[in-house]
């Protein structure tokens, strides 16, 4: 069973900056792809960004393009989001996301992930 466990949330102003992080433990999934999704209060939650598995593929919600930048590193089994100009906006509960699908495309959809960390809060104060 995969584990995800998220860490660097916390308190930014707009206009500043936060890492993510996502480690997996328990049964090894470095080839797994992977995602960031957010949810905000009374909001469903949405796609953020992927990243296939070799890393050679990514993709971003129109909202965060240019800002955010997802990355991963195999041979630790992380996977990361720099998170940069943050607006108020994108205050939410950040969740790392995985499917057992090795493929060199990133993955969007929601419904295809698996495994789920159980989050991370950022909040962006105006």
């Known amino acids: 069973q995969v584990q995800l466990v998220e860490s660097g949330g916390g308190l930014a102003q707009a206009g500043g900056s936060l890492r993510l992080s996502c480690a997996a433990s328990?049964?090894?999934?470095?080839?797994?792809?992977k995602g960031w999704f957010r949810q905000a209060p009374g909001e469903e939650r949405e796609f953020v960004a992927a990243?296939?598995?070799?890393?050679?593929?990514?993709a971003y919600a129109d909202s965060v393009k240019g800002r955010f930048t997802i990355s991963r590193d195999n041979a630790k089994n992380t996977v990361d989001l720099q998170m940069n100009s943050l607006k108020p906006e994108d205050t939410a509960i950040y969740y790392c996301?995985?499917?057992?699908?090795?493929?060199?495309?990133?993955?969007?959809?929601?419904?295809?992930?698996?495994?789920w960390g159980q989050g991370t809060q950022v909040t962006v104060s105006s």
């Open positions: 990243i296939s598995s070799s890393g050679g593929s990514t």
């Open positions: 328990g049964r090894r999934f470095s080839n797994y792809a």
């Open positions: 996301a995985a499917t057992p699908q090795i493929t060199s495309r990133a993955i969007t959809e929601r419904y295809d992930y698996t495994y």
